[in-house]
């Protein structure tokens, strides 16, 4: 598993963004998929996550109404639509993986696998 984010950039306040996330391993349909954020002075934390097939997504309630995830398993991608974007917003935003593909649990620890981050920055 090699994860790979992008999409991220600067953008104002209310706007949107999609992060995507690829994976050049031969394993991603079966790995439980998650995006994290950190911002600075910050401890990582949770943001959403989608289990193997996508039957279940899981929301931090800080995004909840206004972030999507959503995977593409034919393409080892998946991807956080990001709309009405807040200040509060602005970190690294991280993809990663977990082994165990039916449950999404917001915890970093029981990660298996981790991409670079990607900014994002909301501007006021």
């Known amino acids: 598993v090699q994860l790979q984010a992008s999409g991220g950039g600067l953008v104002q306040a209310g706007g949107s963004l999609r992060l995507s996330c690829t994976d050049s391993g031969r394993t991603f349909s079966s790995n439980a998929m998650a995006w994290f954020r950190q911002a600075p002075g910050k401890e990582r934390e949770f943001v959403a996550g989608?289990?193997?097939?996508?039957?279940?997504?899981y929301y931090a309630d800080s995004v909840k109404g206004r972030f999507t995830i959503s995977r593409d398993n034919a393409k080892n991608a998946v991807y956080l639509q990001m709309n009405s974007l807040k200040p509060e917003d602005t970190a690294v935003y991280y993809c990663?993986?977990?082994?165990?593909?039916?449950?999404?649990?917001?915890?970093?620890?029981?990660?298996?696998?981790w991409g670079l981050g990607t900014q994002v920055t909301v501007s006021s």
């Open positions: 989608i289990t193997r097939t996508a039957y279940t997504t």
């Open positions: 990663a993986a977990r082994k165990a593909p039916f449950t999404v649990v917001p915890t970093p620890t029981v990660y298996d696998y």
